[in-house]
């Protein structure tokens, strides 16, 4: 059984910034590509930023692009994202993304509220 859990959620001021993390179970983590969506109230889910397996390829939507910083630490089987710059639009929850032996893994999420 393979489970994420999202934290570093909260209230922040518009220009402020956070860092969420997201820890996973097993022992399978440095095989995983690790992704963060978000989901704001009343819109659809969308993708926010890739990381390969080695964290050596990152990719982020042209929304946070600049502003958000992807990485992970496979010796803690955790993702991170910085978040600077932080806008009220970003307002979501964010959900973290495992995929990998054919399989894709999702976290319950957590919430980042940015306050104009």
């Known amino acids: 059984q393979v489970q994420l859990v999202e934290s570093g959620g909260g209230l922040v001021q518009a220009g402020g910034s956070l860092r969420l993390s997201c820890v996973t179970s097993?022992?399978?983590?440095?095989?995983?590509?690790m992704r963060w969506f978000r989901q704001a109230p009343g819109k659809e889910r969308e993708f926010v930023a890739h990381c390969s397996t080695s964290g050596g390829t990152t990719y982020y939507a042209d929304s946070v692009k600049g502003r958000f910083s992807i990485s992970r630490d496979n010796a803690k089987s955790t993702l991170y994202l910085q978040m600077n710059s932080l806008r009220p639009e970003d307002t979501a929850v964010y959900y973290c993304?495992?995929?990998?032996?054919?399989?894709?893994?999702w976290g319950k999420g957590t919430l980042v509220t940015v306050s104009s």
């Open positions: 097993g022992r399978s983590f440095s095989t995983y590509s």
């Open positions: 993304n495992a995929v990998g032996g054919g399989m894709s893994y």
